[in-house]
Every structure is written in C-alpha cells, then in structure tokens.
C-alpha cells in the first residue's frame, strides 16, 4: 500500500508550500486547523476539533476490527522572521515554519489519503493525531486533556520529526529510529536573587545580588562536572542573566534564567532538586535570599524497543536498509513533547533526514534560514503507510 505514496510528490510539494505560508504560533492555529480540515473533509476522513485549542483528531476504521494505531504531526511555527527568500515563504509578518512542522502536517494528510483510500483492506483502526504547540510543549498535555488515547483506546503511537535534528551530516532520505531515549527532557528554571541595594561605594551596607547570582551559576555547573555520571547526559545552560541600572549602583535583585536537559528521568529529578537546593543555600551563606521556579517542560522522549523495530522495518521496505539507521547517532539533548504520548502507551519517534548541502537544507533548525529537501517528503507518507501496515498485519 505504502508504494501509493510515490504518485502523492507533486501533491505534497504544492500542500507543503501551502502550510508553509500560513505559520502559526502555539495552541491558536486558526489558519492552519481550517486548511487541515478542508484536507480531511475532502478526503472524507471523520475528525473532531479539539474543545481546549486548534487540535484535530481524526479516524480511519479499517474494513475489519483489529488493533488502534495513532500516528502525530505538530502543526506551530515559531516567532521567527523568515529570511529564506523563497518564492512560497512565510505570509504571516514575524513568524515561520523553521522547525519543518509544516511538512508534519502534510506527510500525515499524504499518509492519510493513501490510507484512507485503501482502508477496506485495514484490520483495525487509525487515529490522526494534529497537535498544536509542540515548541511552546503545550501541545501533547492538551491532546491527553481532550482523551485522544481514548475512544478509541490507542494501542501505540508513532511520530516523525524532518530535518537535521540528529546530525546534519546524515544524508536526506535517511531514516534514524533507535530502541530507547532518542531526546532529551527540556525545562526551564527561573531563579531570582533577593540582596540588598546600596551605593557602590559601600557595598557593607547592603547585601550585593550580583556576586551571589556569580556564585550561584559556578556553583551550579559542579552538579554536572561532580555529581552526574560522567557516563549519563546532562546539561545546565543559563541563558539569562538580568540585572542592574547603573554602573555605580548594587542593585536589589539578579534575575537568572536557564535550561537543563537529561536523557533519564530520575537525572532530570535530580537536577530540578538540586538547582534549588544549591541557589538557595548559596544565596544564605552570602545572607541573600533566592526564589526558586522550576516550569517542568516535556520530559526525555524514549521509545518502546520492539515499536521501535517495528518502525525501522516499516522504513526499510520504503527506503531500503542502507538508508535506516538503528543504533547511534540518537539520542541528541533537543526535546520534543512527544515524550507524553510515549509515557501512556508503547510507541516510537523517528527522523527522517532533509539535510542536503546542495540544496541548503542543512542549515539547523529554527534559524530564519531553515528549509528542507522536498524530495522526501513522500518518503514521510510512505513510511507512516508502511508503519500502520505491519502493526496491524
Ligand atoms: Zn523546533
Ligand atoms: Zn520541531
């Protein structure tokens, strides 16, 4: 079935370029949820938007009864000035498609209409999955919120990133899916620093926020360097620093931002518990004080092993087994809210490369200069085809 994908390539160039017009950011996908629907409506696919934001969730039920299978594509954009220069670029001032979402949507819609089309010989049931706000990591909570894994109930669930998120040296038309944690967890903390203000000139009679947020993000990095594993991944990056007004004045407060990434759960805990702890004993010993926040972003993205066989054979019948990889270069320390669905019920995220340096499309994700080799996107489609066939051969 999945070889009715190759006669979909001009379609989907014209439908990728479509999407990548009308970027949209977060759960609010106006544009974006209409011109899905008007796909699904004209291939006579059933669907329900979801009540919480632009979501869809759509079905097709196979001639006979067997098991469920979702396959997921995020749909946003990001707050990201286009600067590709091509003739179908972004429409929407300030905002792009710089994540390969866009080709998300339309390689599912590719899946979907083959699927659909074929689906009296289907033993069993497809859901599809069109999430919102996977770069905000809003738009798999919702998904759960609004019941997808249920009515029916999924049995395992699959999806797909573009592009060069792996490694941009691995060629376009590349497949990579590996057993195991394939991304990292991402969140975000916030720390702020309470001192006291002076003069600068006499710095005794106040408590200065500046040299204890310096402390504070010394000490911090010795969690990784000390107290991690030297064998297990994991980063604390502070992109952040705010403070201050004037070069002769210590100022009341530091405000630092930063993000931490694992690739286990427990090393994830770990940091969060220790960034905490750390900021505000040190921000004690220099009598300061600090306020902790820690916005739990998704958590590491790790797939089932045996879906994750079943995916890679999937992929070898279209693309060929020199062109499926199976062990390392995964896992990379990007995130992907992905990781929810993953948590509920047995499944497996794969990449599918686009990186061709002759075409430019190795440039890395969510740079105004992103884009993808189109050449592939029937590759996508085919892949997804040739997924829900052997799950529910
Ligand atoms: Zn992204
Ligand atoms: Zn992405």
């Excluded at 040296?169 to 497949?175: E, F, H, L, M, N």
């Amino acid at each position: 079935m999945w070889e009715k994908c190759k006669a979909l390539q001009n379609e989907l160039v014209g439908l990728r370029r479509e999407f990548h017009q009308i970027p949209e950011l977060g759960d609010n996908l106006p544009e974006t949820q209409a011109r899905v629907c008007a796909e699904l409506d004209k291939l006579g696919i059933p669907y329900k938007k979801n009540t919480l934001d632009s979501g869809i969730i759509a079905l097709i039920e196979g001639g006979q009864p067997g098991k469920v299978i979702a396959l997921r594509a995020d749909m946003d954009g990001l707050p990201i000035t286009e600067a590709t220069g091509l003739p179908f670029a972004s429409k929407h001032e300030g905002k792009m498609h710089a994540c390969g979402h866009d080709t998300h949507i339309t390689m599912l819609l590719g899946a979907a209409k083959i699927l659909s089309e074929n689906k009296a010989n289907l033993k069993g049931t497809v859901k599809l999955i069109f999430q919102t706000g996977e770069e905000t990591c809003t738009g798999s909570k919702t998904m759960l919120k609004e019941g997808v894994l249920e009515n029916p109930h999924v049995d395992a669930v699959f999806g797909m990133h573009i592009g060069s998120l792996i490694d941009p040296t691995i060629p376009a038309g590349k497949v990579i899916v590996t057993p195991g944690c394939c991304m990292a967890s991402y969140d975000h903390f916030i720390l702020r620093v309470k001192g006291t203000g002076c003069h600068g000139s006499t710095p005794e009679k106040g408590v200065d926020p500046i040299v204890v947020a310096s402390n504070i993000v010394l000490a911090l990095e010795e969690v990784i360097a000390r107290e991690v594993a030297s064998t297990k991944a994991a980063v604390i990056t502070i992109g952040q620093i705010h403070a201050g007004f004037a070069y002769n004045v210590i100022p009341n407060e530091v405000l630092i931002e930063g993000t931490t990434r694992a690739l286990e759960e427990d090393v994830r805990q770990y940091l969060g518990k220790r960034i905490g702890e750390i900021a505000e004993s040190v921000a004690k010993a220099y009598r300061a004080e600090c306020e902790y926040t820690m916005l739990w972003g998704a958590a590491p993205v790790v797939n089932n092993a045996e879906m994750a066989a079943l995916a890679a054979e999937a992929a070898v019948e279209v693309v060929g087994a020199d062109n499926v990889i199976t062990s390392r270069p995964a896992p990379n320390m990007a995130g992907e809210d992905f990781a929810y669905y993953l948590m509920e019920r047995p499944g497996a995220f794969m990449f599918l490369s686009s990186a061709n340096p002759a075409k430019h499309t190795d440039i890395p994700h969510h740079n105004p200069k992103f884009d993808v080799d189109e050449d592939v996107l029937w590759n996508g489609s085919a892949v997804f085809v040739s997924i829900v066939e052997k799950y529910l051969k």
